[in-house]
């Protein structure tokens, strides 16, 4: 069983910046890509990043240039970092994993909070 594990969330001021952590139990090579999912009380999960095993990355419109996804391969470790965070970002933030097997079910790990407030 895939796990999946997120660190690094809290609470920050407007304008400031965190960093993600999702190190994942086996090579991430093996998925076909891994993002970063958030859900806001009251709304729907949402994707905000993804990375595809060849590199390709995607951004939700609202965190275009202030998000940006990485990974460290060695590390089996994908990364998140926020910056000029807002109020509207504040949720629980998903680690996703897409298995290469069509149809199988995606990995998720336990979440972590992002609260941005002043």
């Known amino acids: 069983q895939v796990q999946l594990v997120e660190s690094g969330g809290g609470l920050v001021q407007p304008g400031g910046s965190l960093r993600l952590s999702c190190v994942a139990s086996?090579?991430?090579?093996?998925?076909?890509?891994m993002g970063w999912y958030r859900q806001a009380p009251g709304k729907q999960r949402e994707l905000v990043a993804e990375m595809h095993t060849g590199g390709n990355t995607y951004y939700a419109d609202s965190v275009k240039g202030r998000f940006t996804i990485s990974r460290d391969n060695a590390e089996n470790t994908v990364y998140l970092q926020m910056n000029s965070l807002k109020p509207d970002d504040t949720a629980v933030y998903y680690c996703?994993?897409?298995?290469?097997?069509?149809?199988?079910?995606?990995?998720w790990g336990q979440g972590t909070q992002v609260t941005v407030s002043s």
């Open positions: 996703n994993a897409e298995p290469r097997k069509v149809g199988a079910p995606a990995y």
């Open positions: 086996e090579n991430i090579f093996s998925f076909f890509g």
